[in-house]
């Protein structure tokens, strides 16, 4: 077959990543302050966007003085056209509705107009500057590389918030297992946990077991020592002679045991940067309805609300000549209507997502965090019919305020076990917590091992293999069947 060049027509669709689709994605994945910084940068830049509340209130003087403004509703012609079919092909349900306003505002001389930055735009120096960390985000990053469960998770997120600046745990387990709906050993068992992570004395409730936890990882905490722990107030007061009699030792002794006190750190968490001081706010409330239904609704306070100055824009293409002053004009236009476009989607697209979450799991809501039901990506895009991709966007830095407190939206995504009789599949975490249940149940006599757990668990109806159960089981971190046979024997 003889090689020829030739034409050729075809006709095809394709979905073209432009910048402002690339924004509106972006737009997605970013928290409540993020997205306040980027509207704050975009209406810096953009003279034709203004915030509402600064536009809203000479709005009735305008429309009493009948003023008439020529706008037009299609500044950017066929690329417009084109931007509202992208993000209508990503959001089917999206509004080609713009809210404008007619708000006075002082003409400017566009022929000096441009897009550059000068010196004054560039940072200050203190904002190029690397900032320490803060304990809590220091024990928050330990938290998520520990292994843990969701429920657990959630725990510790809860425990987290109670450490003052010292490093010291000022909560209580009680209040906390009330608020999330589980028991109080399971928030002691997650405070345990994390009473091994760094610095050594961390989520301590009080100077002794601060002191104690120290000495135990330094191998110095015998008898004489556990003494002189219980006897910090003597110390205090320099009652020498009543501390050897309390601990059983001689002065010489003593004043080892001192120099050993002293070594030790007593506030582990001051080592720590302060950090920027910042309260998440949510971007979404849950509150019980008198039927009891779950209402959800947005946060209003976090959304920005902006408008395009329709009269700006109508006074400023009048007095436009040149071609470089109309493209900037069109361009500024077309930015703003497409970001205010992308706002509002943001926000459909983050209510719609809460409501799926919480339709999925209404046993949260009413018993507490061992109800969790598995979920994943998946079943929530399927639900609202949206990609997987965007709903990951949507729950990431994204948070959710409850009557059992405030989560991250991605925090109810929890991994499913099938089930061995073809039933309804068991949560991870259910699943965890049976493998804890009867690890904590076994007698020395009788000590499981993974292949008997996997027995057992077949038993209730869990499909699961060894290695699943042996990976659980770290992630608990319980020891081996062999490890706790040979602790059990001593």
């Given at each position: 077959m003889a090689?020829?060049?030739?034409?050729?027509?075809?006709?095809?669709?394709?979905?073209?990543?432009?910048?402002?689709?690339?924004?509106?994605?972006?737009?997605?994945q970013l928290s409540n302050m993020e997205l306040a910084e980027f509207v704050d940068a975009e209406v810096e830049r953009n003279p034709l966007l203004e915030r509402e509340d600064g536009a809203v209130d000479d709005a009735p003087e305008r429309e009493a003085a009948g003023e008439d403004i020529a706008f037009d509703d299609n500044p950017g012609g066929a690329a417009e056209a084109s931007l509202d079919a992208d993000i209508e092909s990503l959001h089917p349900d999206l509004s080609g509705a713009d809210r404008l306003d007619a708000?006075?505002?002082?003409?400017?001389?566009w022929s000096q107009a441009g897009t550059g930055k000068g010196y004054d735009d560039l940072p200050e120096i203190e904002d190029t500057l690397t900032r320490d960390i803060s304990l809590h985000e220091h024990l928050d990053a330990q938290l998520s590389a520990a292994g843990v469960t969701?429920?657990?998770r959630m725990i510790g997120a809860a425990l987290i918030d109670g450490v003052d600046e010292w490093g010291y745990f000022r909560g209580d387990t009680l209040e906390v297992a009330m608020t999330l709906g589980c028991e109080e050993s399971d928030v002691v068992r997650v405070l345990e946990t994390m009473k091994g992570f760094e610095p050594v004395g961390v989520m301590a409730r009080d100077l002794?077991?601060?002191?104690?936890?120290?000495?135990?990882?330094?191998?110095?905490?015998?008898?004489?020592?556990?003494?002189?722990?219980?006897?910090l107030d003597l110390l205090a007061k320099r009652q020498f002679e009543r501390l050897e009699v309390a601990c059983g030792v001689d002065r010489e002794d003593l004043e080892d045991m001192i120099a050993e006190i002293r070594a030790l750190t007593p506030k582990p968490g001051a080592g720590f940067g302060a950090g920027v001081t910042q309260t998440v706010a949510p971007d979404v409330y849950v509150r019980a309805a008198p039927d009891g239904a779950w209402v959800v609704e947005l946060n209003s306070d976090t959304l920005p609300r902006l408008l395009m100055n329709a009269r700006y824009y109508a006074e400023i293409s009048a007095v436009a000549k040149k071609d470089q002053e109309k493209q900037f004009v069109t361009e500024c236009a077309s930015n703003a209507s497409w970001l205010i476009k992308s706002l509002d989607q943001r926000a459909r697209t983050i209510l719609k997502v809460a409501r799926e979450i919480v339709r999925q799991q209404d046993g949260f809501f009413v018993h507490g965090v061992q109800h969790l039901r598995p979920l994943n990506l998946k079943t929530v895009a399927a639900a609202i019919e949206m990609h997987e991709s965007t709903v990951s966007r949507v729950t990431t830095n994204k948070y959710i305020a409850t009557p059992r407190?405030?989560?991250?939206?991605?925090?109810?995504?929890?991994?499913?076990i099938q089930s061995a009789d073809g039933g309804e599949a068991h949560s991870a975490e259910a699943v965890r917590h049976r493998i804890r249940s009867l690890i904590d149940g076994e007698t020395p006599e009788e000590i499981l091992s993974d292949d008997r757990i996997v027995e057992i668990l077949r038993e209730m109806g869990v499909d699961i293999a060894r290695r699943t159960v042996a990976k659980y089981r770290e992630s608990l971190r319980i020891p081996s069947s062999v490890e706790r046979k040979r602790r059990s024997s001593r």
């Open positions: 090689m020829t060049p030739r034409l050729e027509m075809r006709q095809g669709q394709s979905l073209v990543m432009t910048p402002q689709l690339q924004q509106a994605i972006k737009l997605l708000g006075a505002a002082p003409l400017q001389d969701p429920v657990q002794a077991e601060c002191l104690t936890m120290q000495l135990k990882d330094r191998g110095r905490f015998d008898p004489a020592m556990a003494a002189l722990v219980q006897h407190g405030m989560f991250e939206l991605k925090y109810f995504f929890t991994a499913a």
